[in-house]
C-alpha cells in the first residue's frame, strides 16, 4: 500500500525501536529477528504484529525509546478510552502530531486557509468524555479549566448523549459562542445531536472566525452527516478524519468526499490472514511509524478494517484511497461466514432523512436488532424499506426493527452505531 | 521463587492477567475480592432455589426464608448481638442515614462527629442537624481535647468512626465511648466499615447504641449493608422506608409495623447477597489465627515502611503501625497527576490502587492538599505485591517526574 521507496525509512524505523526500545528489541529476539533480517517487504510480514496490549503494558518503560521521560520537551501524555473498552495510556511529540495532521489536511481545499503563518487555529473539541484529557463530563468545570495546554477548548460532553441535560447543552453553545473557534473537532453522532438540539432551542453553532469541522473517534455516518451538513449549511469545510489517539491523523477526507490514508509519515499494510490484500479487498490496517522518535511502532495492528480501492481520486492527491469498513469487533457475523461491516451497514442504511440516529447490534446469539430515534417525518414506508434491505443483506441472520426514544452510549461515552457481541466475544 | 499466601487460590478473580500480567489488588478499602465460598453460596441460591423470603408458604419460599435468616443469625454472632439486633440494609451509607433520618431529631440538634470520617458518616448527620467535628492531628489521630471540648456541649448525637479509609488509623474508639457516656446521654453511632474487616468488634464490650458496616468490604457480596442497633434504641428509629414486608396489617386507616428489625427492611431484599455474607462471615471467621493477624502486620509494615522510606511521596496518616490497618494513603508531588498515576499503575502493572479523595474530601484537601492514591492491603496480598507496588511507583515516577523521584524528600 505504501510507497515502496519509503521502505528504507521503515528499516532505519526498525533499526531504532530495536535499539531504543525495551519492547521492541524483546519482540524481535523472542522471534529470532535482528533488524538486518529485514530487507525487503516479505522479510518484513516475519515480524509479528504488535498490539494495543503490548504498548499498554510496556508504557512507559519499555515502549518510549531511550533518553526521553513524559516529561521531555514536547512531549503529549495522553489517556484513551479506546472502542469497546481497549483503554490505552501513551504519548506523543506534539511536532509529529502536527506533521501527520497536516499531511491529512493537506488533501482537502477546504482547509487550506485554516493555518496562517503566524497564528495558530483555536480549537474546540466536542466528542465523548474519556477522549478528553480534562474533567468535562461532570460540568462543573469552568472554560479556563477545560482549555488545554495546546490552546484546544474541551466542550463538556455527558457519558450518556441522549440523557445529556439541557442545561449541558446550552453550556457547550454558549461556550462555542465565546470561544470564536476557527475548528470543531467532533464526534459525529455527538455534535449531531447538539444540531438537532441547537434548532429546538433556535440557537446557531458558528464563528466569526471561518469555521470548519473535522469528524472523528467514531464512525462518521451518514446520518450524522446529513445533520450535521443541513444544519452548518454548505460552506462549512467538513472532514472525516481517519485517526488514533495513540498515532493522530492516519488519513482523512478529501474536498471530493473520498477517505485517503496518510502514507507520508506512515508505512500503512492492509492485511487479512496475514497477507496483504489486493485492491478492492478489505483488510486490517498495520501501522508503521516514521521517524517517531518517541515511541516508534512496527506492524501496530490497528484493529480497524479498510478497503483500498486503488484507484485515483479527482482530488488529485496521491495519497491512497480508502473505503472505510470499521472495527474488526463491530462486524457482524452471519451465520454463513460472512461478515457485514459497520460501514457496509451504513451505506445500506444511507441518510434516511427519516430517523436522527441508530444502532444495529448483533447478539451472543447472532440476532440484530436495529433501534432507530425516528425523526419528525418518518413514515411507516420507510422503515419497511430499510427492513427490507436489511433483511436481504443479513440474512440469514434474524433482523428486527425497533423505534425508541433512547439508545445509550458505550460507558466511554462513544456512540457506536454498529456493534456485535458475537464478534466482540471471538476476539477475547 | 515468590511464596504466596494459601489462600490466594481461594479468589478466582486474583486469576485474571491483563496483558499477560497478573495483578495485584490493593484497593481493599474500596471493597474485597470475593472467596469461592462466597461465589458458591450466592450461585447454589440462585440454581437451586430463587424464591422470594417470608410471607410465602411454598416449599422454596420457606427454605429461602431460613437460609437468610440464618445468615442473620450468623452476622449477629460474629458481632456478639442479638438476630434481632441486626438490620440488614444495602450498605453502610444506607445504614447510617437510617439512623440519622429515623432519630426524629430537631433541626437544631447537636451532633459531634471526627473530621476524618467519610462522606457517609458526614452528611446524613449535616443534613439531620448540626454538626461539629472534632479534629485530628497531622497524623489522622483524633484530637483528644478538642473531642472532649465538643462533648461538653452536650450532643445529641456522638457519630464516630473507627477506622478511617485514608488515614488507616483505628481510633481508640472503646476510650471514646467511655469519654461520651461520662459526659452526656448521647446516642453513639459507629462506623465501622472500615474497622471489622480487619478485627472483630463485640458489641456486648463496645458500648455503641448503633454499629453500621458493608459485607463487600469483609470478603461478601456487594449490596449488603448492617446496621447493628440496641434494640431499644431501634424501637425507637422512624423506618426510613415503608411498603410491603415491613407491616403486620395494612387497612384503609393505617398498617401496624412489623417488629424490629423486620420494620427497617421495606421490599425484597437481596436475598443471595445475604446469604453469600454468612458464607463470607464463616470464611473470615476461619482465617482468624495467629498466623493472620502476624501476616496482617507484616503487611501494615511493609505499607507504612515503604512509603516512610521513599523520597517524592508523603504519607497521609501516622508514620508508624501501631493502631493502623494495613492501608497507606499517598500524596505525591502536586506536579504529578495522581489519576494517571493510578491509570498506569493499573495498565503498566497491574496494581490496581485508588487515587481521588477517598470520599472523604474535607480531611484529604486539609492534609493532602488534594488527591491521594490509596493503597489498601488484606489477608490475600503479599508482601512481595506491596513491595512489588513501590518498585512500579519509583519506576513510574522516574518517567513521569525524574526529578521528584530522585529528588529529596516531600515534607
Known sequence: MSDPSLFDA???????????????????????LRPQDIRTAEDFRRIPPTSKGHYRRGFPAAVLAKGYTLTSPNVMRFQSSGTSGERLNSAIMSYDLARRQATGFGVHRGFDGLWQPGSRPRLCRFAPPNCSDVECATGFSTMEDRI?????????????????????????????????????????????????????????????RKLHLVSGYTLFTRVARRQIEEFMGPELPIGDMIGMSELGYLGFECHRRRRHVNTKDFYLEFVRDGRPVEPGERGELFVTTIDDALIPRIRYATGDWFTPLGEPCPCGSELPVVRIEGRGTHMVRLPDGRTVTPGAVDALVGDAPWLDLYKLEQDRSGDCA??????????????????????????????????????????????QPCVSHLSAEGAR | MTVRHPCRSDFPALLREFDGQTISYLDNAATTLKPRPVIQAVTEYYETNGANIHRGKHRLSEEASDAYEAARVVIARHLGAAANEVVLVRNTTEAL????????????????????????????????????????????????????????????????THCSNVTGVVHPVAELVAEVRAACDAVIVLDAAQSLPHRRVDVQELDVDFMAFSMHKMLGPTGVGVLFGRSAQLARLRPLSVGGGMVDWVDLDGSVDRRIPYTFEAGTPAIASIIGSAAAV????????????????ELCAALVGGAVTRPG???????????????????????????????????SYG???????????????????????????????DVAEIEGFYQALDELLSWIAPVAATGEKLS
Not at chain 1, 10 to 32: C, L, P, Q, S, W
Not at chain 2, 142 to 158: M, N, Q, S
Not at chain 2, 282 to 297: F, G
Open chain 1, 370 to 415: 436495529f433501534r432507530y430515534v425516528p425523526g419528525d417525518t418518518a413514515r411507516p414506508q420507510d422503515a419497511a424499506a430499510l427492513e427490507a434491505r436489511l433483511m436481504e443483506a443479513l440474512a440469514p441472520a434474524r433482523v428486527r426493527l425497533e423505534a425508541v426514544t433512547y439508545i445509550s452510549c458505550e460507558r466511554s461515552g462513544k456512540f
Open chain 2, 282 to 297: 464463616r470464611y473470615l471467621e476461619a482465617q482468624d489465627t495467629p498466623q493472620q493477624h502476624q501476616h496482617a502486620e
Open chain 2, 313 to 347: 511521596v508523603r504519607l497521609i496518616g501516622p508514620p508508624d503501625t501501631t493502631d493502623r490497618i494495613a492501608l497507606a494513603s499517598l500524596r505525591l508531588d502536586d506536579r504529578i497527576p495522581t489519576g494517571e498515576v493510578a491509570r498506569l499503575l493499573s495498565d
Open chain 2, 97 to 160: 442515614n437510617l439512623v440519622a433520618a429515623g432519630l426524629d431529631l430537631p433541626p437544631d440538634a447537636y451532633v459531634v462527629g471526627c473530621l476524618d470520617a467519610h462522606h457517609s458518616q458526614m452528611l446524613p448527620w449535616r443534613r439531620a442537624g448540626r454538626l461539629e467535628m472534632a479534629r485530628v492531628d497531622a497524623h489522622g489521630r483524633i484530637d483528644r481535647e478538642h473531642f472532649r471540648a465538643l462533648l461538653r456541649g452536650r450532643p445529641r448525637v456522638v457519630a464516630l
Open chain 2, 351 to 381: 496494581c490496581m490502587v485508588r487515587s481521588g479523595h477517598m470520599c472523604a474530601q474535607p480531611l484529604v484537601s486539609g492534609t493532602a492538599g488534594g488527591e491521594v492514591l490509596r493503597v489498601s492491603a488484606y489477608l490475600y496480598n
Open chain 1, 10 to 32: 521503515v528499516r532505519e524505523e526498525i533499526a531504532y525501536a530495536y535499539e531504543n526500545t525495551v519492547f521492541f528489541r524483546k519482540h524481535m529476539e523472542d522471534n529470532g
Open chain 1, 148 to 208: 488545554l495546554p495546546d490552546g484546544t477548548l474541551v466542550l463538556t460532553v455527558a457519558h450518556d448523549l441522549l440523557a445529556t441535560p439541557e442545561w449541558q447543552i446550552v453550556k457547550a453553545l454558549d461556550e462555542i459562542e465565546d470561544y470564536r473557534p476557527d475548528l470543531l473537532v467532533v464526534d459525529p453522532t455527538h455534535f449531531a445531536f447538539l444540531t438537532r438540539w441547537a434548532r429546538r432551542l433556535g440557537r446557531k453553532i458558528s464563528s466569526p
